[in-house]
């Protein structure tokens, strides 16, 4: 875990305290309306349909049980659904009484947000948050956001270079950098050191993979230009291999040539990857002119010394605790968790689903799954934030961390610890053995609170989650990405589900239309690519019955042993196609043309 220094700590209390004389001196009517928006944006409030929501920034996800506390507090005490009626501004979307309060959200950028927090109270909220060094700054707005990592970083079997210390020293970089405050666009970067990619890289402005060369010099891979929204671009490779300690000096370039070049003149085209786009190598060959120039000019004024990383890395400590006694450890290990398993079906499952393998082999990394029944996936309550706080200091060195997907890791388990933990989890909840299965889906707040929405997601969400409760179901489909987005903003990242649902809007109706063949660049989906439409939108009430029909054409084409991914690419679209549309029921149709439009 980050051991934040008494620079993180005073940095963030003084922004807290710049924050409330900004929120007093709006309440006074000394700021106006507009010129508070930016300020509070600036600090992750954002206003939605109904109240403000608040973005907190949980840098590459590491939390430690203080700061979920105070997240348990927050959401206890501040994120409450006003008691007057928000029928009249609801206008029929949503049933509100279904509506939850008192949770925080993990997004799929490793952040938090609250949807309920009134903005009178926004400047305890800020203060609460800074007393575990955390804040909401760039999460929001035209800037280098919070940068996201590999939740297995540091820990992961997989792993060639622990990425956190140069997401760390990127961070120093990025915060509050003068040049890069207002960018053409918001500028999304994502870090991992690991051949198994768990953070979408290919999907972010810049996608960063710590590499090894061939004479074992660490550096980096850099890609530009991914992005989902309207025109989904999956990053392009514009270094192979790039010094590990001139990352800072090279995306100075790569930012800078984006802030001179970036559509200023249309926000739909105002992302990198349009520019990357459109401009192809004339854009790398004025980021390599831009970075010759920073070397030969400004005396590669941001080289990083050998000295930095190691002070940065020696931030990186391991809770003490665990130092097991190895002698027979594995052997006594394996062949308890193979009993306890051989009993209990579900706590094999767990196992093989919710418990990955560790960089140190007497431990393992857990995942508590937010994907259950009757709640939003990625939503946690105050209690379960307290709950899980506890897990992590008694199970995890008390540090978690929140994962692309919408979960919370505890990342320093102790083997033999495996059947107590799964217990205290069950009680809370937290342990459906579900992990990468078809319910384990990243899902955006769609129009239940977000303002851009076309449609909703979190009923469409629910009812898949009804419909697959049957855990011996779920296991026999195997591992399935489902992602589902409220609109093309794309937040529930649904072109790269291997399912994705995207909620579009006709003639005031909502409407969802369902792509194919998605992926994220993990291992089990392959190289990242955005998904094709299957064909005109479906009404709400289809969509359960097109992802039982897509999953029966699996479970009719797979061959042993087969993922519903590699099923659907060894036999191409079409039987799913098929099945998707012979699943339509309804009569009333959505307009034509409207699946090229969206
Ligand atoms: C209600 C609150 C939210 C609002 C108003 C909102 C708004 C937006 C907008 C306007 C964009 C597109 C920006 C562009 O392409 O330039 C966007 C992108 C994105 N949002 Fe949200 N969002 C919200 C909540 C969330 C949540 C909860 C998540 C995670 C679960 C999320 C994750 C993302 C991601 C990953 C992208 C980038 C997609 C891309 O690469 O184009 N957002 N959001
Ligand atoms: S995808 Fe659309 S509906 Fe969903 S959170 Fe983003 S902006 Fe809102």
């Known amino acids: 875990m980050y051991q934040y220094t008494d620079f993180d700590h005073e940095f963030v209390k003084l922004r807290a305290a710049q924050y409330r004389d900004q929120l007093e001196r709006w309440q006074r009517g000394e700021l106006a309306e507009d010129e508070f928006r930016p300020l509070r944006l600036q600090n992750g409030w954002y206003v939605q349909r109904f109240a403000p929501m608040l973005r907190v920034a949980v840098p590459y996800g590491e939390l430690n049980s203080a700061q979920l506390r105070v997240l348990a507090k927050i959401a206890r005490d501040y994120d409450n659904k006003p008691d007057h009626d928000l029928s009249a501004a609801n206008a029929g979307l949503s049933d509100l009484t279904s509506l939850p309060d008192h949770v ?48 297995r970083a540091g820990i992961a079997v997989d792993e060639i270079v622990d990425p956190r210390p140069f997401a760390e020293i ?82 100075e370039a790569v930012v800078r040539v984006y802030n001179r070049w970036g559509r200023r003149d249309n926000i739909y085209k105002a992302r990198i990857k349009i520019l990357v786009k459109a401009e192809g190598q004339r854009y790398i060959d004025e980021v390599e002119e831009e970075y010759a120039e920073i070397l030969a000019n400004d005396g590669a004024a941001h080289t990083i010394s050998q000295a930095e990383l190691d002070r940065v890395s020696a931030n990186f400590v391991a809770p003490a605790t665990l130092n097991c006694d190895k002698s027979d ?172 649902i995207l909620g579009v809007d006709k003639d005031g109706q909502e409407w969802y239309q369902v792509t194919l063949a998605g992926s994220d660049g993990s291992n089990l989906s392959g190289q990242a690519v955005a998904g094709k439409v299957v064909g005109p939108s479906f009404a709400a009430a289809e969509v359960p019955e ?53």
């Open 170 to 251: 990127l961070r120093h970089w990025s915060t509050l950098h003068p040049e890069f405050a207002f960018l053409p666009r918001k500028f999304k970067i994502a870090i991992t050191g690991a051949t198994d990619d768990r953070a979408a890289t290919a999907w972010h402005d810049v996608g960063l993979h710590v590499v090894r060369n061939e004479a074992g010099e660490v550096g980096f891979r850099v890609m530009v230009g991914g992005g989902m929204g309207r025109t989904p671009v999956v990053g392009t490779v514009i270094r192979e291999f790039l010094p590990w300690n001139q990352i800072i000096n090279y995306l």
């Open 329 to 500: 450890a594995e052997r006594k290990i394996a062949n308890v968790l193979r009993a306890a398993a051989e009993d209990d079906i579900e706590f094999s499952r767990w196992l093989q689903q919710n418990v990955a393998p560790h960089k140190n082999p007497d431990l393992r990394i857990v995942t508590l799954s937010f994907k259950r029944l009757g709640f939003a996936p990625g939503d946690a309550t105050a209690d379960q934030l307290d709950r899980a706080a506890e897990l992590a200091e008694q199970f995890s060195g008390g540090e978690t961390r929140v994962t692309h997907d919408q979960n919370l890791v505890l990342p320093w388990v102790r083997c033999d610890a495996l059947p107590e933990l799964w217990k205290a989890a069950r009680k809370l909840g937290l342990a459906k053995p579900n992990i990468r299965l078809l319910t384990d889906m990243i899902v955006c707040p769609g129009g239940d609170f977000c303002a851009l929405a076309n449609a909703r997601s979190l009923p469409i969400a629910q009812a898949i989650t009804a419909r697959y409760q049957d855990m011996d179901e779920l296991h026999d489909l195997g591992e399935i990405d489902l992602h589902m987005s409220g609109c093309i903003n794309s937040c529930g990242h649904h072109h790269s589900g291997h399912i994705g």
């Open 104 to 151: 925080a959200h993990f997004t799929t950028r490793q952040n938090v947000q609250f949807n309920w927090i009134p903005l009178e109270k926004s400047a305890d909220v800020m203060d609460l948050l800074a007393s575990v060094h955390m804040h909401g700054i760039q999460t929001s707005g035209n800037c280098i956001r919070n940068i996201t990592s590999d939740e």
């Open 546 to 598: 097109v992802i039982e029909a897509l999953l029966d054409t699996y479970r009719r084409e797979r061959e042993a042993g087969e993922t519903f991914i590699n099923t659907l690419r060894r036999v191409g679209h079409d039987p799913f196609k098929l099945a998707a549309n012979a699943a339509r029921v309804s009569t009333a149709r959505a307009p034509k043309g409207e699946a090229q439009a969206a």
